[in-house]
């Protein structure tokens, strides 16, 4: 049998787990530099807690966990001759892995509500499961990185998260993205001024394909779609939508005149884009960009989506938004949250890509002790535990060489994890050290290796 | 419908999550020091790499996942009419949730034999999953952290381990652990003395109650299970054997005069305790141990187990041995491996116990800015936006106070959370600061703040 893994999945070397660790470490330090805790959910849910909250679709890629023992006994006959799957589901599992972070935050605000302070900031990294059909940067499992803010409406919120992006890509290097920011009421609003809110999704896919196709392509399948020529023309600004944040949103006023939503959308996103601005940011642009309508079904204020950084081909690195009833589905009303998350993989890709991984320090020992002389080893080891204690990675070649061969393996040991330090031997205090990238070598007493080190 | 989580899973809170981190970095941070590098393998495996692989019981205790889709579709109509939940389990289920490290290490070691430089020294700290009925510090979510070495024989990985287990509780600030040892060689070597391997477990297991039912109970059990009068007469040293490391060393080795495997059990030992003793340990104490009999069946070489300190009761916090063959059962032979793990939860209430978490940096703000006057809101969050660059988590309440009882909300906030300094007013750069802990209100600039807090 020749050993693999699911389709869908993968095994991370050292190497990975680093600048996996790197880019989860740096999130972590600002998601509590800025006030948010970390909460852990279980891996798996009950089915109740997660069936019937991500569609018809996302049902089906929910990972199900058969239930233990003899599972069938208590299953209606007649379900198992018909071989309907879908109904003896429910009847031989009970428990599913996770799908999203949310609806187990969700769940946990509501359980948990008389022990959490309001309003609640939290963090969550956590691996995710969707039985989806693998592709190329798409996983049957991987880590979603949330921040949220349950039981605020305040926009502040909404300013903190964008300088909470522009912090986390500054500190990983990635500078020059942009942050997307939109806000659902303005789109309401538009759908007022066309007319028609069933229209909206497509208005704003059309519209979003301004730079490619021209105004007229725009207008052409506004049409088609159904959106009369005389609601175009009322929305016409958009169709220009250049200039600064400051312009658009003036553009966006005048437009929106007719929709008291719409004028509240404005109002909103001028506050936090005039309150960004006042602040600064120390690597990202804030864009205000109408046609970002991601999860339009749930959002309700600020909707964030980042782009990496120009001329990196690779869809957005992050997104969230405000959505105003996360717990109502769970029975706790009227708790109004916001939050934003990022997506590893395509950070991790887009980092390897622009080389930013050269500053993490890769786990390898620093110095390496042969082991040719069976006389020197605890000398050796004893040198390696002050190594240790000075924080410098260090280790032995856990076998002796007894022959040439030998020998040569433990250099090429040292060569294939990338050693700097090479100690060969060890005599009364004096030790024998090879720098393999300058490859000199020199005698040294242990007081000298550790400032060469470090 | 009351939101909950299945049986013997658990939520961890911001305070929870904080502590447990605290272990598993210092943990990393040990094994990483020591050369040790990290892996990481999906949550779950194909069934034909886990099933078989734990015993029968084992077999039965691994979450299966049932595959997606129509899975019932090409069941045989015979088995469902059957009920024949076992029979069926492997044609509606092709994947499962780990059931420990051990397994995806050695399918991850023959899988990616090419890549890797041996000896390999990896680390591993990940949640497996249990279908265990769960009970008192029993749970069917939990981590593991193990450190294994595969590709050497060496003694000194043996001695390294003991090193490692040292260093890490030392740094823990779990003073006074004891760390037991054994070798199977040993206890192969007492097997072949009293006339009978089948009989050893009876034996150790005998043995082991020496301290509660004195030598007359242990013997009288010993005749009951079968062992010869004669037999307990040549391990008689055994019931009176206690003095130093070095003491039991030469006890056994004048016991053990008949079994060769015995006598290289004994030198293996002193080999690796004389080493210990050499290189010293900063704050646990080695004790060989020959009613260690953990994993008897596929333990080789060493075997540990780790003592809470005396006075917490508590079992083990920590064990590991040595293992001939882990990856034959993936097809790759001859490669002999040692390792040991953590054990998290029992680490975790032990310290508790102690209270060793006080060092613990929880993750809240140190500054907390009131929000009473919408128009000092930018200038705070200005101020916090230098504090955050200082390395200081600082918020500021979201939502400005309207009334008296809102204002009354944002202090017991402050409260609530345990922050330690609460600005009130900001004018013209001078900051009303509260010290929450001295109850002192103080006037001060931002730099005099940051000098505070820091």
Chains 1, 2 share one sequence.
Not at 95 to 112: G, S
Not at 218 to 238: T, Y
Not at 431 to 443: H, I, P, R, S
């Amino acid at each position: 049998m020749k050993p693999g893994i699911p389709k869908g999945t993968r095994d991370f070397s050292s190497t990975e787990v680093a600048k996996r660790n790197y880019i989860f470490n740096t999130i972590k330090h600002s998601f509590e530099n800025f006030g948010f805790q970390p909460i852990e959910t279980p891996s798996f849910e009950n089915s109740e807690t997660l069936m019937g909250k991500y569609g018809e679709e996302g049902d089906r890629l929910i990972f199900k966990i058969l239930n233990s023992g003899d599972y069938l006994k208590k299953v209606d006959e007649n379900l198992l001759v018909d071989k309907d799957s879908q109904k003896v589901t429910s009847k031989i599992s009970e428990k599913a892995l996770r799908y999203d972070l949310t609806v187990p935050f969700a769940r946990y605000v509501v359980q948990h509500q008389n022990e959490i302070t309001f309003p609640f900031k939290r963090y969550q990294i956590q691996p995710v499961w969707r039985a989806d059909r693998p592709q190329k940067g798409r996983f049957r499992e991987f880590y979603q990185c949330d921040a949220d803010v349950v039981g605020s409406t305040s926009l502040w919120q909404e300013v903190e998260f964008v300088q909470l992006y522009d912090t986390v890509f500054s500190k990983l290097g990635l500078k020059g993205t942009t942050i997307k920011i939109n806000n659902r009421k303005i789109l309401s609003g538009i759908a007022e001024v066309i007319g028609a809110s069933d229209k909206l999704i497509d208005f704003t896919v059309a519209l979003d394909k301004l730079d490619k196709i021209g105004k007229d392509g725009v207008v052409k399948e506004m049409l088609e779609k159904g959106i009369s020529a005389e609601a175009i023309e009322k929305v016409d600004p958009l169709f220009n939508f250049s200039g600064s944040n400051q312009d658009k949103l003036a553009s966006l006023e005048a437009m929106l005149q007719g929709s008291e939503e719409g004028l509240q959308g404005v109002a909103d996103l001028r506050t936090v884009v005039n309150n960004v601005e006042s602040l600064g940011l120390d690597s990202a642009s804030l864009e205000l960009d109408v046609t970002l309508a991601r999860g339009l079904n749930y959002y309700t204020g600020a909707i964030y989506e980042v782009a990496a950084p120009e001329g990196v081909k690779m869809g957005s690195i992050g997104g969230g938004g405000r959505y105003d009833d996360l717990t109502g589905i769970f029975g706790l009303k009227d708790v109004s949250g916001v939050g934003i998350s990022f997506g590893l993989d395509r950070i991790y890709l887009v980092m390897e890509e622009l080389g930013l991984f050269e500053a993490v320090e890769l786990p390898k020992p620093k110095v390496l002790f042969l082991n040719f002389e069976e006389s020197e080893s605890l000398e050796k080891v004893k040198i390696i535990k002050t190594l240790r204690s000075n924080d410098i990675k260090a280790e032995m070649y856990p076998d002796v060489a007894t022959s040439n061969n030998q020998q040569k393996k433990q250099w090429k040991y040292a060569i294939n994890r990338e050693i700097e330090f090479v100690v060969t031997t060890v005599e009364n205090g004096t030790l024998v050290v090879k720098d393999m990238v300058a490859g000199e070598q020199t005698t040294c007493s242990l007081d000298e290796l550790i400032n060469k080190v470090q």
